[in-house]
């Protein structure tokens, strides 16, 4: 496996909680909060696991909104990224998991090779800035809907990730 690093933004502790579920699928990854990273070091990974909650209307998390500023500058040609998003699916169906949407249309222009997406089949929502061609372009998670969805969701979607690396 590439050198992995599992990077996520937490409020209230739901992205870290899912964070930290992730990291037992990749138990040879880092796990690193976005408040801590260290640009530097990042430059020495290969593979990138990003994940954000989206806030408000459509943003991503705090902490992850200053990291991504300075994750820009790195140059991720030839690296590759996989990303996984929390949102409300029922109370802002509009803007469902906009926060990792948001990752990727900043992200995407920078060269990085994007992989694990996710069928939007068994989602109830009306938009979402993750969404493209029938597909998420990263794994959904609505933890305060689908809690019990959470487990199988990542065990699934792990396992094509490391089918791909």
């Known amino acids: 496996m590439p050198k992995t690093a599992i990077i996520y933004g937490s409020s209230v502790g739901n992205t870290r909680f899912v964070a930290e579920k992730v990291h037992a699928a990749f138990p040879e990854a880092d796990l690193i909060p976005a408040e801590s990273a260290d640009l530097e070091k990042l430059k020495d990974y290969e593979f990138y696991i990003l994940g954000t909650s989206t806030w408000g209307v459509g943003q991503l998390q705090d902490d992850f909104e200053t990291f991504v500023e300075g994750f820009l500058t790195l140059d991720l040609s030839g690296k590759t990224i996989a990303l996984f998003g929390l949102g409300d699916q029922h109370t802002y169906p509009d803007t469902f998991c906009d926060g990792m949407g948001k990752l990727y249309e900043l992200l995407a222009p920078k060269g990085a090779n994007f ?51």
């Open 115 to 165: 992989i694990g997406q996710w069928p939007g089949d068994d989602y109830d929502f009306s938009e979402s800035k993750a969404f493209r061609d029938g597909m998420f372009i990263g794994l959904p998670l609505d933890e305060d809907n689908e809690p019990d969805l959470t487990d199988g969701r990542i065990a699934v979607w792990s396992e094509e990730l490391r089918k791909e690396f």
